[in-house]
């Protein structure tokens, strides 16, 4: 018997760069807020058969509201249309952002490796961004999405 195969993807999202990067984010990226925006574009881009092909397989498994950083799953014949769907999102919402797809995987292992890395070094840059307004809450909640990360299977 043959497994399943699925590509995972270590997506970044950038929310708009003409907002003051002090103030609150307009809207907190979701799992459901992104697989929403996917699958949306899907459509638009793809229509309803390309959209019911891509479910199948098609997650999105982790995403850090911090660090904007996401993993999706797709199938490993669905994973070209997912993956330009997402370059074609523009906004979550009412938010305009940019997506940047940083790596593309055919193991979850790999994947989370390298996107606990990736968490890691733009907490980094967050925390040099915030300085002393680095709030306990914050750091807790990077450190669960850390934790949920490193435990993250299929």
Same mark, same amino acid.
């Given at each position: ?8 993807? $270590? ?6 760069? *003409? ?11 979701? /799992? ?10 899907? !459509? ?24 904007? $950083?996401?993993?999706?799953?797709? &199938? ?21 952002? !940019?997506? *940047? ?5 055919? &193991? $979850? ?25 680095? &709030? ?6 990077? /450190? *669960? ?10």
């Amino acid at each position: 018997m043959v497994g399943f195969k699925n590509r995972y993807m $270590i997506v970044e999202v950038f929310l708009d760069p *003409n907002r003051d990067l002090a103030a609150q984010d307009p809207i907190i990226i979701t /799992q459901f807020n992104v697989s929403k925006a996917i699958k949306d574009s899907i !459509l638009v881009n793809f229509g309803e058969c390309g959209l019911a092909s891509s479910l199948g397989s098609f997650q999105v498994k982790y995403v850090n509201p911090i660090t904007k $950083i996401c993993i999706i799953r797709a &199938s490993r014949e669905e994973y070209q249309k997912v993956w330009s769907a997402i370059t074609m999102v523009r906004s979550i919402g009412n938010c305009p952002i !940019l997506c *940047n797809l940083l790596d593309l995987s055919g &193991s $979850i292992k790999a994947c989370r490796n390298a996107a606990l890395k990736c968490d890691e070094l733009k907490f980094e840059q967050y925390k040099l961004l915030v300085g002393d307004r680095l &709030s306990a809450d914050a750091a807790q909640q990077m /450190q *669960n999405c850390l934790d949920k990360i490193k435990v993250l299977e299929h």
